[in-house]
Nanobody
């Protein structure tokens, strides 16, 4: 069962913009930090940006000033606005949310299926 549903990827020219969306259930979204990760060809998956339930954000140095993460708590959705895109931003982008067991202990993560972002002229 898919828990996180991503959308918004595609092909864009250098300097262009895209907005990624990740929707999930209230059970998963509420009171949890959410994150965007990416995996470029031949590289390991890396954190792009994260946002806490209170709205505090964190970014990878490579995207600071160009990407903005935000969340809509009414829609159980987290967004990644990507501006001034570069070819090196080409990757599969994944959404992540923490998983907790019935006792409230962290028990792993939910991952989305990924959405491809290609930056090329």
């Amino acid at each position: 069962q898919v828990q996180l549903v991503e959308s918004g990827g595609g092909l864009v020219q250098p300097g262009g913009s895209l907005r990624l969306s990740c929707s999930t259930s209230r059970r998963i979204f509420s009171n949890n930090a959410m994150g965007w990760y990416r995996r470029a060809p031949g590289k390991e998956r890396e954190l792009v940006a994260s946002i806490t339930s209170g709205g505090s954000t964190n970014y990878a140095d490579s995207v600071k000033g160009r990407f903005t993460i935000s969340r809509d708590n009414n829609k159980n959705t987290v967004y990644l606005q990507m501006n001034s895109l570069k070819p090196e931003d080409t990757a599969v982008y994944y959404c992540k949310a923490p998983r907790f067991d019935s006792r409230g202990y962290y028990s792993g993560d939910y991952w989305g299926q990924g959405t491809q972002v290609t930056v090329s002229s």
